[in-house]
């Protein structure tokens, strides 16, 4: 080791650990019961504690470990033989046992963050950060600059209102997603459908809250630390894991860690028969169940797929994660083709009703057909018929009675049913909606609170509450929040349209039109936006301009009919803001169930029309 590395090896400064004091702790270790007789974890432990403190991090991976430690070949494949994942998870393991008892009151602590084979060294009960030694950056830099700058921006977001979504208290679990160890790149829906499956599994347990996949999703192909995971998804537990499928055959492997110190709290390894992933998806869940000590009860029995529905099914949610107007339709194609197969299959039908209702959010225009709108609840009703516990469905289906029937009644009783089950991102959302159209706001806000922190990292659960909050009149806030979106993901563009709305409503015309003209050739239907501010700027030709195009091909415009309602509100034109607003209600669009409590048509309440049409969609206070 260089003098200058050495001196500052064993010196301790700015928190770090000096080498002695390292190796004291290291070899109080590996004495100790937690470690037994065994050579094979001391060995490991000195060999990654000794090779830090020389300030070589950057051999501590898995291919070199295996050769210098476990003694295997130079043509070793560490995707064959994971032997140095798995001592890593025992020694974890033994690691926590240590610390739990004979290590208890030890004043420097050994880690080996999950993710990573460089040990972390830190003084306990201090305030101190734990860093690793020689050099004293390598923690860090192991760690964040492997972040993507968009979880790292929506980390900031989900910090903006963790105060408020902070869960009481309780058993919690984030699932990362499964790594695709196949040899076939392809089979990446495979690996994304056996995370779904396991999620889903464990979302049926009423004790335990899981974070939804779109969240924890966030984290694909990052080394992020678990005790960071924890703290930014808010979870006492993370899963991880990897599956491999050759052939008819895969192996998959599960470790389960606590997030407060990274410490494993289970793990096991499945090789099976594809034809037995199903049953091995429930054996998992049941063991993660026992890991974390609690109780699942006796689960119903639940209908065993065919093979091929199975994986059809798999590729069908792949599909739906997609987005896009064709994988959506692929995807719809594929649950019914999982339906033709196996008609007793709950969630294939599931899977179609959300690919018919998402396929107007494909589009961008967020207006579903008749045949859609009908195909979805039809699916919706059947997948419930054959498992009741499917809380999405049953949010899904309070939507539809909320949009295209004005059923409020049946809506809140597909909700409370919904609610009465597990955590659900989608029931919490959907009652939040229910009451935000009904006024209600501050019982809304307590269950934005709850999908939040279902769901904290998503997209779309930001762009919700940012619309929900501008519904509410909260402009400045909606705006923070899409602002911030909007600097995570650029090529965002409801964010930028969001900013820009607030602004008008604010009445700050001119700063939605600064905001509005770099991107007026990346924004579809960016002519309304224009037109919203240039209203609000009292510019009547100008807005009118703008929209008349759109207008005169009515009933075919291509657009919402509440975009029309919007810009002549803006010019406060009551008679054309009204025969926008009713053929927006005609058409059934999303938009009009905000109606009785959006701020954009104060103006317009004491009106006899205004009030017959609330009157109509039966949200009258």
């Known amino acids: 080791m260089p003098r200058d590395l050495e001196k500052q090896a064993n010196t301790e400064t700015n928190g770090a650990v000096a080498a002695e004091a390292v190796r004291a702790a290291l070899e109080k270790i590996v004495s100790s019961d937690a470690f037994g007789k065994a050579e094979r974890p001391g060995r490991f432990l000195r060999h990654l504690v000794e090779t830090a403190l020389r300030g070589d991090p950057h051999v501590l991976k898995e291919s070199v470990i295996g050769t210098d430690v476990f003694d295997r070949p130079a043509s070793w494949d560490p995707r064959l033989d994971p032997i140095v994942r798995q001592e890593a998870a025992r020694l974890r393991k033994r690691l926590a046992n240590y610390y739990a008892n004979a290590g208890s009151t030890d004043e420097v602590q050994i880690d080996l963050p999950v993710g990573s084979y460089v040990p972390v060294f830190s003084r306990r009960f201090t305030d101190a950060p734990a860093i690793a030694v020689a050099p004293p950056p390598i923690r860090r830099r192991a760690r964040w600059p492997l972040v993507a700058a968009g979880v790292l921006c929506l980390a900031f977001v989900a910090g903006a209102w963790r105060i408020l979504t902070r869960h009481e208290s309780g058993t919690s679990i984030a699932v990362l997603p499964f790594t695709n160890l196949s040899a076939d790149p392809g089979d990446r829906y495979f690996s994304d459908g056996l995370t779904d499956e396991i999620t889903d599994a464990l979302a049926r347990v009423r004790t335990l809250r899981v974070i939804a996949r779109s969240s924890s999703f966030q984290f694909r192909g990052k080394n992020a630390d678990v005790r960071e995971v924890g703290r930014i998804l808010n979870v006492t ?341 009204m025969k926008w607003l009713e053929r927006s209600a005609d058409r059934h669009e999303w938009g009009a169930l905000g109606i009785a409590v959006g701020p954009n048509a104060v103006w317009l309440r004491n009106s006899p029309e205004f009030r017959a049409l609330v009157k109509r969609i039966g949200l009258e206070q």
């Open 237 to 577: 537990n993370v899963l991880e894991g990897s599956v491999e499928r050759s052939g008819d055959h895969v192996k998959i492997i599960a470790h389960l860690e606590r997030a407060s110190d990274g410490a494993l709290v289970w793990s096991n390894t499945y090789e099976r028969k594809t034809s037995d992933l199903f049953a091995v998806q429930s054996e998992l869940a049941a063991g993660i169940a026992g890991g974390l000590k609690i109780a699942i009860g006796a689960a119903p029995a639940r209908h065993a797929p065919s093979v091929e529905a199975h994986d059809l099914v798999m590729k069908g949610r792949y599909g739906l994660q997609q987005g896009t107007v064709a994988s959506v339709a692929q995807a719809e194609a594929d649950f019914q083709h999982a339906i033709d197969l196996d008609p007793q299959y709950s969630e294939a039908y599931l899977g179609a009703g959300t690919a018919a209702y998402n396929r107007a959010g494909a589009t961008g225009i967020y207006v579903r057909t008749e045949d859609e709108h009908v195909r979805a609840e039809r699916y919706f009703r059947k997948a419930l018929e054959l498992d009741p516990d499917l809380p999405v469905a049953r949010a899904a289906l309070a939507r539809l009675a909320m949009q295209y029937e004005w059923d409020w009644g049946t809506a809140e009783r597909e909700i409370q049913l919904a609610l009465a089950g597990p955590p659900n991102a989608s029931a919490e959302y959907s009652y939040a909606m229910f009451l935000l159209f009904h006024g209600r706001f501050a019982e809304a806000d307590l269950h934005l609170r709850r999908y939040q922190d279902l769901d904290p990292f998503s997209t779309a659960t930001m762009m919700n509450v940012a619309s929900a909050r501008n519904l509410e009149g909260r402009f400045a806030e909606a705006r923070e929040i899409s602002q911030k979106v909007a600097a995570a993901y650029p090529s965002l563009l409801m964010a930028k349209q969001l900013i820009g709305l607030t602004y008008i409503e604010e009445g700050h015309p001119d700063l939605a039109l600064a905001d509005l003209e770099p991107l007026k050739n990346n924004i579809p239907f960016a002519p309304f936006r224009e037109a919203m501010a240039r209203a609000r700027a009292g510019q009547r030709e100008q807005a009118l301009n703008l929209i008349r195009p759109y207008e005169d091909k009515y009933p075919d415009t291509g657009v919402s009919m509440q975009w029309f309602a919007l810009v002549y509100a803006f010019m406060e034109d009551q008679a054309n803001t």
